[in-house]
């Protein structure tokens, strides 16, 4: 092998003529280029009004900030909780951590390929022919190996790693994204049903209580066996809901369970009933369109368009020579004990120069289908944030119409209050029939349930609404840069 002075001359030579070359494109550029255009200011669609539900107070906090944790604008700790509990536990996300694992496992693989190689070797070899003594063969070795990145093909091989990497990164928040919002809309929906619940008991207490008002006065001759026989009717009717109800919210808590990490079957922390949680108004609000850019899908198909670009990228240098400096120390000895002698040393330097005279187009071919591959994924992205603004769009809709019906059900369960309350003053002062303030008095309860309904379709389009602007991560902190390659001089 060369000495030492000859290969820092050597080295230095070449990374020297390394440096003369252009520098090799920056494949994000390909990635920019796609979104590039601006997005609008703000949305298409009004938002709405509503003076049933409280604003809350503008945050103090960037909007991005917020949007990673927007279940905090439900203040609800029990919501809170179990979104942390799913975010550690859920198959989802264990699942997508661990292939970001190998992502960048594979990106410290390709970023150990730009460097030197070494290699040692050692052996031992006895033999004998015929009757002749029997001979040893003795061998240590030391293999270097460095294939100088003349045209950028190892430094593009290394930028698609390193964008599969943060696209895999980006994959790990659309699964944590997609996750929260599935726990807050079952939680919303187990909330409702213990609502319904109640609602359905006081109504069922109420009709038990009329059979058996009708019963007595069936007795004294004031009602007929035909108002008792309907009295039982709708009492049957009622209770024919609880069975629903509470398969409905058993299913809400298995959905709790599975979703936090648990089995369907287990038992898990949650409270006693309350109202359903409601948001402000403010964080939304605030939220500009621009802030697409930060949903994951989109980082996702922005760091997979510049992979893409790099694998063109290295295809294309692939094309062109490549140069490889390596160089051996080999010592050889019939006997241990001189194996490392200097006589028995050989040294070998190897200066390779190497090009594709005829591949039957196998290179031009290879180009042609990365250049493809750039092509799709560079539509990928267009359509991520097409979809993006879709989506967006879609939740705003849905949010006006349930802030409209929320509204108008706010005001018919007032409507109801009233009426109930004047039949039971009525009621009292005898001016009307038990029946007819039963009837009010279930009135009363279903739009109480209706309203109930509308406010968790209201928090539930809500979440919607953050899973469209990608709340529930936060893009991870850049890595640190890795070492350079050692210099072998």
């Not at 699942?95 to 050692?122: F, H, I, N």
């Not at 659309?174 to 809309?185: D, N, P, R, T």
């Amino acid at each position: 092998m060369l000495g030492a002075g000859a290969l820092a001359s050597l080295a230095l030579w070449a990374l020297s003529g390394c440096t003369a070359l252009p520098a090799a494109p920056e494949p994000a550029a390909a990635a920019s280029a796609v979104l590039s255009q601006p997005l609008a200011p703000q949305w298409r669609s009004p938002w709405p009004e509503v003076g049933v539900v409280a604003p809350a107070p503008t945050p103090a906090t960037p909007p991005s900030a917020d949007l990673a944790q927007w279940w905090l604008a439900f203040d609800d700790p029990h919501l809170s909780r179990l979104i942390g509990q799913a975010l550690q536990a859920h198959t989802s996300v264990r699942s997508a951590q661990a292939a970001l694992q190998q992502a960048r496992a594979l990106d410290a693989v390709g970023a150990a390929a730009q460097g030197p190689q070494v290699q040692a070797t050692a052996s031992g070899q006895r033999a004998q022919v015929g009757s002749a003594s029997a001979a040893s063969a003795w061998r240590a070795g030391l293999d270097a190996s460095w294939e100088l990145d003349w045209f950028g093909q190892r430094q593009q091989a290394r930028a698609a790693t390193a964008a599969e990497a943060r696209a895999a990164a980006a994959q790990v928040g659309q699964a944590q994204v997609s996750l929260a919002a599935e726990v807050a809309l079952t939680f919303f929906e187990w909330r409702l049903q213990q609502q319904r619940w109640a609602v359905a008991q006081r109504r069922l207490a109420l009709q038990e209580e009329f059979v058996q008002i009708v019963g007595w006065r069936l007795q004294a001759g004031l009602m007929s066996s035909q108002d008792l026989e309907q009295a039982r009717l709708n009492l049957a009717q009622l209770r024919a809901t609880l069975p629903e109800i509470e398969a409905a919210q058993g299913q809400a808590e298995a959905a709790l369970a599975v979703l936090t990490g648990r089995s369907p079957q287990s038992e898990i922390d949650l409270p006693a009933a309350g109202p359903i949680p409601s948001p402000g108004l403010e964080l939304a609000r605030t939220i500009p369109a621009d802030t697409l850019r930060q949903r994951p899908d989109v980082q996702r198909a922005q760091e997979r368009l510049s992979a893409a670009a790099a694998r063109a990228a290295q295809a294309d240098a692939a094309r062109l020579p490549t140069l490889a400096l390596g160089g051996t120390l080999d010592w050889r000895s019939p006997r241990v004990s001189d194996l490392f002698d200097p006589a028995a040393l050989t040294r070998t330097l190897l200066l390779r120069l190497s090009a594709s005279l005829f591949d039957g187009g196998a290179a031009q071919a290879q180009l042609q289908a990365q250049q493809a591959a750039l092509e799709q994924s560079r539509l990928e992205l267009e359509a991520a944030v097409l979809t993006a603004l879709r989506e967006v769009e879609h939740a705003l809709l849905a949010l006006q119409a349930s802030a409209q019906r929320l509204q108008h059900l706010q005001q018919a369960a007032d409507a109801a209050a009233a009426t109930e309350a004047l039949a039971l003053l009525r009621l009292t002062s005898g001016l009307i029939d038990y029946r007819i303030w039963l009837e009010t008095r279930q009135n009363l309860l279903s739009a109480q349930y209706e309203l109930s309904a509308a406010r968790a379709a209201w928090s539930a389009d809500h979440a919607r609404l953050y899973k469209a602007l990608g709340g529930g991560w936060s893009a991870p902190q850049p890595q640190a840069a890795l070492p350079e390659p050692h210099d072998p001089a």
